[in-house]
């Protein structure tokens, strides 16, 4: 894949960005991120390549490791113990646990993108539900809310919400 890049670059294509693993005299890998030029005299004949290469071994550590925490994370809240339940900004369904399916008898797939409140809460506690969420929404949140959820065959379980608000990289 490399004497691709170069071979190309000798052609007059250009590659920049391409990632790709280097040993060292002592058979560490290292990995580098490479831009290949191709290199030209003064009358435009390509004479050959530069190549510019970038160590980026720590920033791959980095990010294996960030996937892997995320993979924990997804594992945690997917087998708690508790129903997890996440809302967007526009009340639609985001997270669905499998407590949170076995409760409800309603999949994953059957509500994620769906109105919570609209959906799934009961009429008398809707107003006060939604409030919560929208408080949460706004940084307020809330612990110990107890409301009734509907499950799939219209059969009333008491809830207890705690809604925490969730952030993306930025805050």
Known sequence: AVKEVLD???KGKEAANFEFPLFT????????LLNATTRRDASGDIVGVVGVGQDITEKKKGEAELSRVA???RALIDTANAPIFGIDKKGLVNEWNNKAAE????????????N????F???EYKAAVKEVLDD???GKEAANFEFPLFTKH???????????TRRDASG
């Not at 919570?116 to 959906?119: A, H, Q, S």
């Not at 219209?154 to 925490?164: D, F, I, K, S």
């Open 8 to 10: 190309d670059a000798l």
């Open 154 to 164: 219209q059969e009333r379980v008491e809830v207890l919400l705690n809604a925490t």
């Open 103 to 114: 409760i409800t008898l309603y999949t994953k797939e059957e509500v994620m993108g769906r």
């Open 71 to 73: 993979q924990d994370l």
């Open 136 to 138: 949460a929404l706004k």
């Open 116 to 119: 919570l409140v609209d959906e």
């Open 25 to 32: 005299k002592h058979q560490e890998r290292v990995e580098v």
């Open 121 to 123: 809460i009961t009429s």
